[in-house]
Nanobody, 114 residues
């Protein structure tokens, strides 16, 4: 059973930066693509960034050029570096696999003030 624990969120001003971390338990981490997702109030959850087991990345247009996803397979951890944050980035951020979803963690709240 894979467990996901997100951390690193907080309150920042427009233009600020945050680095999110997602620690995953279980042996499937290193062989699976991982994604960062977010859900804003009243909106559906959306994927904002993904990284394959080999390190190839993909981003939603809304965050391209501002967010960077990376992973450390030795630590079973995936990161999301978020720069030049905007109020529309405010959401709860989650990580999960890409190919299929395991139980969602509690997420980490990111709030960007204008």
């Amino acid at each position: 059973q894979v467990q996901l624990v997100e951390s690193g969120g907080g309150l920042v001003q427009t233009g600020g930066s945050l680095r999110l971390s997602c620690a995953a338990s279980g042996s499937i981490f290193s062989i699976n693509g991982m994604g960062w997702y977010r859900q804003a109030p009243g909106k559906q959850r959306e994927m904002v960034a993904a990284i394959t087991s080999g390190g190839s990345t993909n981003y939603a247009d809304s965050v391209k050029g501002r967010f960077t996803i990376s992973r450390d397979n030795a630590k079973n951890t995936v990161y999301l570096q978020m720069n030049n944050l905007k109020p529309e980035d405010t959401a709860v951020y989650y990580c999960n696999l890409v190919r299929y979803w395991v139980d969602w963690g509690q997420g980490t709240q990111v709030t960007v003030s204008s």
